[in-house]
């Protein structure tokens, strides 16, 4: 009877233990440390490829790629993008780890009250294409 008791005892202590180690996503850094890569996959799976760009300042085949995958599957950790990134995966973990604590607020806003943002966003990323262009363009001519 005494070894059922402290077998019992014991259960519930680490049943306790194990739910105080769950991730508190809204705190950063990230505690505990275990807690990156689900906490930063949450935020990015449900971003826009203008947010991606800008904010995260990925590479667009990276943001193209992540964005299509999401919209497709459910994430749960950073290392379920790295199928489809391949080599990019160890650039891409590296732009999440260098995001800065207002960065990663952004990203845990919720979605509804990034709308102006994206909005923004989204025109802040067809001026930079278009400017790109014209430096492109303006290149071609000059080195004719």
Do not use: H, W
């Not at 950063?28 to 799976?45: E, H, L, N, W």
């Not at 300042?57 to 943001?63: G, P, Q, R, S, V």
């Amino acid at each position: 009877m005494k070894k059922l008791m402290l077998s019992i005892l014991f259960l519930l202590f680490s049943a306790s233990f194990c739910v105080a180690q769950t991730c508190d996503c809204k705190i950063v850094p990230y505690r505990p440390d275990s807690c990156f890569s689900s906490c930063t996959a949450s935020i990015i799976a449900d971003s826009t490829l203008e947010e991606l760009l800008i904010i995260a300042k990925l590479k667009k085949e990276t943001a193209q790629k992540i964005v299509e995958y999401s919209k497709k599957n459910k994430v749960q950790a950073i290392e379920d993008y790295k199928a489809i990134l391949k080599e990019e995966f160890k650039e891409f973990e590296e732009k999440l780890q260098s995001l800065d604590e207002n960065q990663i607020a952004y990203f845990q806003r919720p979605i509804k009250d990034r709308g102006k943002d994206r909005i923004e966003l989204a025109k802040l990323n067809k001026a930079i294409n278009a400017l790109a262009n014209v430096i492109t363009v303006t290149t071609i001519v000059r080195d004719q």
